[in-house]
């Protein structure tokens, strides 16, 4: 009987730690897929290639950064407080969330050739299905 109070006592510990945590780092999350138009599709399936999804406020300025080196499609993607560039516990504004795949992995910088896509709809914090289909080359 003991052990299993003792048991229960430490997974309860368990969780209400993880909830003040994720309290404490912020509850910034976005997620979704990526997905590739059959246009680009064996571009891709060459290596050394980097994917970025970024998500970015409305003046332009990247608020989160995933990096993704030899990606396979489609990629379902997650990101977290740690993904923030810079920390804070949440992000209260709209991102407009964009993926940019290259050969170079510079994140920033769009070179010609460069494989472009973004979500069509802006975003918040929490968003799910936030869903981006690489369909555009850059010039």
Do not use: C, Y
Not at 111 to 118: I, V
């Amino acid at each position: 009987m003991k052990r299993v109070v003792g048991v229960t006592l430490l997974a309860a510990l368990a969780v209400g730690g993880w909830q003040a945590w994720n309290w404490v780092a912020g509850g910034f999350r976005l997620s979704g897929t990526v997905l590739v138009s059959n246009r680009f599709q064996k571009r891709l399936e060459t290596p050394n290639m980097v994917m970025f999804v970024t998500a970015a406020n409305t003046g332009g300025v990247p608020v989160a950064v995933k990096k993704f080196v030899n990606p396979t499609f489609p990629l379902d993607w997650t990101m977290a407080p740690e993904d923030m560039i810079l920390p804070g516990r949440d992000w209260d504004g709209t991102l407009d969330v964009r993926v940019t795949v290259n050969s170079h992995g510079k994140v920033g910088e769009v070179r010609p050739g460069d494989l472009l896509g973004e979500h069509r709809h802006p975003v918040h914090s929490g968003d799910r299905s936030v869903d981006v289909v690489i369909d555009a080359e850059a010039p």
